[in-house]
Structures are given as C-alpha cells and as structure tokens.
C-alpha cells in the first residue's frame, strides 16, 4: 500500500457542527502531516506528528484539534468553524525530509 | 527566513517547446529540495528531489547552491504536462516541515 487515504472526500458542516477527518497510511511513515489548500494558492501547514507526537503546530486556531491514535492514523478534529476555514484539507506522511511527502487527496471542507 | 519564490504564476508555451519552470530558495541549512505536480482533480504528487538527481517523465532539476535555485526543465513539452507545479523546501533545519512556493501552472498549448 503506497497510498494515503483521506476520508470524507466532502463535508459540509454548520458552524455550530463537531465533525472529524481521518488520515491512513500503511507505509511505515514515522511522520504525519496536516495541511490547508485554499483554491488556487500553496498547501499551508497546519500540523506535523513525528513518531505519533505533536511536534509543530503552526499557530492554528484551537477550533481545529489533530490527533494521532496510532503510527498510521491522524485525525482532525473540527469545531465551530467559521466560513472562511471552507478549504481543501490535506494529509500527508513521510520517511524522513530527503523523501519528501505522500499526499492524500484531501477532504473538500465547506463550512455554511 | 525560510522562502521559497516561484516568480511566473503562468507559464504557457507549445507543445514540443522547451520548458524552464523557475524556483529560487531561502534557506540557512542544508536543503532539500522538491517539485510537486498536481494535475486538475487530481493529488498532490511529488515530481522530482534534488537528493536523488533522478528524471520523471521527462522533467529535471538541478540544484545550484551558489544562485539559490532548482528550476525544473524539460526539452519538449507535451500537452499531458499542463498542471499546478510546486516547488517545495524542506531541511533539516525545519524539523520536518516542508515550505511550498506559490505555484506555477504551465499550461502547452496544441
């Protein structure tokens, strides 16, 4: 399995919804990654795990929760969002820096 | 600070025209450099690492430390090779974080 999936491929969720996003991967990945893709514009990081602990958190607003269960799950726990969170959430894991990363497809946020 | 700079948002040529996407880094440390495609609808996928010098579908990048730069090149476009190029910096000096550029979209014409 080289592949990292990423589920809902859409939500859409009320700002006053508690909802979660989940990330797998089975390739033996010590590092786990959470990125935002606004249309048109560069993945921003949000959040990176490294051997199943936080490591850096890139400021992100306390309205979006990572965790991570175990070696090849990550998850995004997601409350009161606001409108402008609408955006293409991104997983993504890795061996080390020279690998670079292994992308999900993303889950497609629309908050109303 | 830590940049990367991809300086063309659009880049359009024909096809069978030579390609030169640019990309110009910031960085204290040693870096590691990456190209990113993504093609309409689809993921994120990584094209090419400076570390491991390799060629995919055609594409290359060199890094050259002494002007900061890993543009990616290819001698003839083809028209499957219209997309979103990234090009990424990670490092040890970020502690895995990986720094993508604004983004270049080529689009080869007929």
């Known amino acids: 399995d080289t592949e990292v999936t990423q589920t809902p491929k859409h939500l859409v969720m009320g700002m006053t919804n508690k909802k979660s996003l989940k990330c797998e991967q089975h390739m033996g990945h010590r590092a786990m990654y959470w990125y935002k893709q606004k249309a048109k514009k560069p993945p921003e990081l949000m959040f990176v795990?490294?051997?199943?602990?936080?490591?850096i958190n890139e400021s992100v607003p306390s309205r979006f929760s990572p965790e991570c269960p175990n070696s090849s799950l990550l998850n995004l726990h997601l409350h009161a969002l606001q409108p402008e969170d609408s955006a293409l959430y991104l997983c993504?894991?890795?061996?080390?820096?020279?690998?670079?990363?292994?992308f999900g497809s993303g889950t497609r946020l629309t908050v109303v | 600070a830590q940049r990367v700079t991809q300086p063309e948002k659009l880049l359009s040529v024909f096809k069978g025209a030579p390609v030169e996407l640019k990309c110009n880094y910031s960085y204290s440390g040693s870096p590691e450099l990456f190209w990113y495609v993504q093609y309409s609808r689809q993921r994120l996928q990584l094209l090419l690492r400076?570390?491991s010098r390799e060629s995919i579908k055609g594409f290359t990048a060199d890094l050259n430390k002494g002007e900061t730069s890993f543009h990616l090149k290819k001698p003839f476009a083809q028209e499957e090779d219209s997309a979103m190029y990234y090009c990424?910096?990670?490092?040890?000096?970020?502690?895995?974080?990986?720094?993508f550029g604004q983004g270049t979209t080529l689009q080869v014409k007929p």
């Open positions: 400076h570390i």
């Open positions: 990424a910096l990670g490092g040890s000096s970020n502690t895995g974080k990986l720094i």
């Open positions: 993504a894991s890795s061996h080390g820096d020279n690998y670079g990363y292994t």
């Open positions: 795990y490294s051997y199943e602990k936080l490591s």
